[in-house]
């Protein structure tokens, strides 16, 4: 169903791996909605070549690689897509994460702090890099929206997450401070979505994946949020009618970040 929300934007789509990627299925409502689309990955994701499928579907998108962690690649990302859409961006989706530590096994204690660094870099600061690019180029329009993802680890301890607890506090941060710069300048809105679990590569990756998706299954009085739904919550944080929202991370969890516990827990205890 579209409600032509977002006839006439402009959005780049960051991190589109395959299609159970929550940015490929954000990329399929906002072409839905009327939107034209930049997609991008890292080159290494390229190559695999699943996002040539999402191109075709998104009207031929354009899809332009950069290591979003390198800033001549950002560059020439925001150049080419504005030379693209022959004007300004209206909307951003960052959608990346990836942990050094946790794809090695490492645990947090025993952190590898070299490691460590690249995955804050990845994860979290390359928000600042993109919002920083698009400052520099002043390639955003009035009122455009940036949306990242996040998870409420960076509030809440869940062992597993490892060092991207650290990584998704610092999304949230960057997402504050740059907020406030741009908001000033020129009324661009930076949110971040905090997305209940959602079996996608980047998820699958955290030991006891499954464990954590039923937990919250359990602990969210309208269950988890699926990858369509965050699509779903992406067009409206790209849309006009959220034009006065910024500087927050909003739960999109079916209720789970304000649950103390649920009968259903409460049963499993008891047994
Ligand atoms: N899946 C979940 O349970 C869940 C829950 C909350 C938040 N999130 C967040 O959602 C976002 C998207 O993840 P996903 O679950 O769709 O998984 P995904 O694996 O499909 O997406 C992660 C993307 O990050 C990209 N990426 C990694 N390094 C990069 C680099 N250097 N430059 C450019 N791109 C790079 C990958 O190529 C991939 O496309 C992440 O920020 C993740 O932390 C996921």
Not at 120 to 148: C, F, G, P, Y
Not at 171 to 181: D, I, K, Q
Not at 202 to 226: C, H, I, Q, R, T
Request: hydrophobic share 40%; net charge neutral.
């Amino acid at each position: 169903m579209s409600n032509r929300l977002l006839e006439g934007k402009k959005g780049i789509i960051f991190g589109a791996l395959d299609e159970k990627s929550i940015a490929w299925k954000t990329a399929t409502r906002c072409f839905e909605e009327g939107a034209q689309l930049v997609l991008t990955n890292a080159p290494v994701a390229l190559r695999m070549g699943e996002i040539n499928k999402l191109a075709a579907a998104c009207g031929n998108a354009p899809v332009i690689g950069a290591d979003v962690t390198n800033m001549d690649d950002l560059k020439n990302l925001f150049e080419k897509s504005l030379e693209h859409f022959g004007g300004k961006i209206d909307f951003i989706l960052h959608s990346i994460g990836m942990s050094l530590n946790v794809r090695k096994g490492k645990h947090y204690t025993e952190m590898n702090y070299e490691w460590n660094q690249k995955t804050l870099d990845i994860s979290a600061m390359s928000l600042h890099k993109v919002l920083r690019t698009a400052w520099d180029l002043d390639a955003l329009n009035e009122s455009a929206s940036v949306v990242a993802l996040s998870y409420i680890a960076a509030q809440r301890v869940f062992p597993d997450y490892n060092e991207m607890a650290d990584a998704k506090a610092l999304l949230e941060s960057v997402t504050r401070m740059f907020g406030y710069y741009y908001g000033v300048k020129k009324k661009v809105r930076v949110n971040t979505v905090s997305q209940s679990p959602t079996r996608t590569t980047a998820g699958s990756g955290v030991k006891g994946f499954d464990g954590f998706v039923n937990y919250a299954e359990k602990m969210s009085p309208l269950g988890n949020a699926s990858g369509e739904d965050c699509a779903n919550f992406c067009v409206v944080m790209f849309s006009d009618l959220t034009k006065m929202v910024t500087m927050q991370n909003i739960f999109h969890d079916g209720g789970f970040s304000f649950t103390g516990v649920t009968q259903e827990v409460m049963e499993q205890m008891e047994k």
